[in-house]
């Protein structure tokens, strides 16, 4: 993404853009290579608003203009033939992401082929981002690669278990190199707004304090003070009262037959409480191992619990889902999507996620993934 010169990003921090307030921006795209029927597509969010809009590329150089609350990923979509966002059938459009920013307001894109190569010129906050974008290039290239396998795989009927867990294996190395190189990244640029960016995507991915918390205080002042600097901070005092060591907070929801079940009428066994949902892909590309695991060590010392976050009105996809991936260990839900109780409780903010829980209902484990959940499982229960 980019390197943020600390000019820019103190004037963001101090003026204290606050959401609601909105900010014009504009885009303006060259089209150098590209057809005279073809069309850009911008996707953004205004707060919690999705906007999605359309530019005809009919002169050689066209303008967009939009409004927002605060720095902003922007994403255009591009269509060579003009064919609509939402009726693609040639497959995935090419696409190129960059920042908005309130203070520099003024971007222009130069169309190249491939698209992803097109040319960005904006303010400060757009090198920046294109630093930290280059930095962490070669992990995204590798995970976009693994990721378009695993979808063909699970959409393949005939189902190939051995290599959706190889695929899921490097995955997560990618993953765990990826989430590595961010690390190195935030100590090393404090001044950075996409050191904090990336804090917050890192913390979402793996609450463990003992990470997070030093690389939170290793940021500038002028970004921990934030809106989302100071959420993030909540968001580690949350996972304080969540690491391992503390009691895992009681909970209590519904199987999908109507039968109440709390976290305490496992005391006694080993629970893994595994938070995902029928719409996740990673999760369900993670299903065949806790299949595998479920086998290896279910009986009186272990269980998992699985808490979905399936959306209201979608009770039928989480039981296909549940019959489809094989899992026969118990399922809750209350049916509230990101809102699901047990989740805040947990502090759920990306999926999927666990925690292992003790037989005296302590925590023994978080977000443990792969040979390192068969390792701590086989190492606990003898």
């Not at 765990?176 to 979402?204: C, G």
Request: charge should be positive; include cysteine; hydrophobic fraction near 35%.
């Amino acid at each position: 993404m980019k390197k943020i010169l600390i000019s820019a990003l103190l004037s963001f921090s101090m003026i204290g853009i606050s959401v609601g307030q909105t900010q014009d921006f504009q885009l303006s795209i060259n089209r150098r290579t590209a057809p005279s029927e073809a069309k850009v597509f911008v996707r953004y969010f205004v707060g919690q608003k999705l906007k999605i809009d359309s530019v005809s590329l009919t002169s050689s150089s066209v303008t967009y203009s939009g409004k927002i609350e605060e720095p902003t990923q922007i994403i255009l979509f591009y269509s060579k033939d003009g064919t609509s966002f939402f009726n693609r059938k040639g497959g995935p459009m090419q696409r190129l992401t960059f920042y908005a920013d309130p203070l520099d307001p003024n971007t222009e894109i130069t169309i190249q082929d491939p698209f992803e190569s097109s040319v960005v010129k904006g303010g400060q906050l757009q090198v920046a981002y294109r630093k930290y974008q280059d930095y962490l290039y070669p992990y995204e290239k590798q995970l976009i690669k693994q990721q378009s396998i695993r979808a063909d795989l699970y959409q393949d009927k005939n189902k190939n278990e051995v290599a959706m867990k190889q695929v899921a294996a490097e995955i997560e190395k990618i993953e765990e190199l990826r989430i590595q190189a961010q690390r190195k990244f935030i100590a090393e640029n404090p001044d950075n707004y996409f050191s904090l960016l990336s804090l917050q995507e890192v913390a979402r991915h793996n609450n463990d304090v003992s990470l997070i918390e030093p690389l939170f205080f290793k940021l500038a002042t002028n970004l921990r003070t934030t809106a989302i600097g100071e959420k993030l901070e909540r968001e580690i005092l949350l996972a304080k009262k969540l690491s391992v060591g503390q009691p895992a907070p009681e909970f209590e929801q519904l199987t999908a037959d109507g039968r109440s079940l709390k976290l305490s009428d496992f005391r006694g066994k080993y629970v893994l409480l595994d938070f995902w949902a029928s719409w996740c892909g990673p999760c369900r590309a993670e299903n065949p191992h806790l299949v595998e695991i479920y086998k290896q060590f279910q009986g009186p010392a272990f269980e998992i619990l699985g808490i979905s976050l399936d959306k209201p009105g979608k009770k039928d996809n989480w039981i296909k889902a549940i019959e489809q991936d094989g899992l026969k260990w118990p399922q809750v839900s209350d049916l509230m999507g990101w809102q699901n109780s047990a989740a805040q409780l947990y502090g759920i903010q990306a999926i999927p996620q666990n925690y292992l829980i003790s037989p005296e209902g302590k925590i023994v484990g978080v977000n443990l993934k792969g040979k390192q959940l068969t390792e701590k499982l086989a190492e606990l229960i003898r």
